[in-house]
């Protein structure tokens, strides 16, 4: 059973910064790429970032220069630091496998809301 738990999510102001985490169980996490996504009110679900086995890290090109992923494989958790938020990265903030198949076994994920 793969349990996803994300958290780290809240309310802050534009030009601020939050950081997630996805912590897992049930899974070897560090043997899979990982990523975070994103769905907005409206809008379909989108991959914003992605971290390999290796470390090798992706960004929506929306995101880059203001997101990192990091991972902690001792810990089983994978983190999104996000910097520089705007109020078009409001969203519900899920983590899931970044490579197929997906699990089916998605978290709450954390709501980031950016807003004045």
């Known amino acids: 059973q793969v349990q996803l738990v994300e958290s780290g999510g809240g309310l802050v102001q534009p030009g601020g910064s939050l950081r997630l985490s996805c912590a897992a169980s049930?899974?070897?996490?560090?043997?899979?790429?990982i990523g975070w996504y994103r769905q907005a009110p409206g809008k379909q679900r989108e991959l914003v970032a992605r971290?390999?086995?290796?470390?090798?890290?992706t960004y929506v090109d929306s995101v880059k220069g203001r997101f990192t992923i990091s991972r902690d494989n001792a810990k089983n958790t994978v983190y999104l630091q996000m910097n520089s938020l705007k109020p078009e990265d409001t969203a519900v903030y899920y983590c899931?496998?970044?490579?197929?198949?997906?699990?089916?076994?998605w978290g709450q994920g954390t709501q980031v809301t950016v807003s004045s």
């Open positions: 899931n496998r970044a490579s197929s198949p997906m699990w089916a076994s």
């Open positions: 049930g899974v070897i996490f560090s043997i899979y790429a």
């Open positions: 971290i390999t086995s290796g470390g090798t890290t």
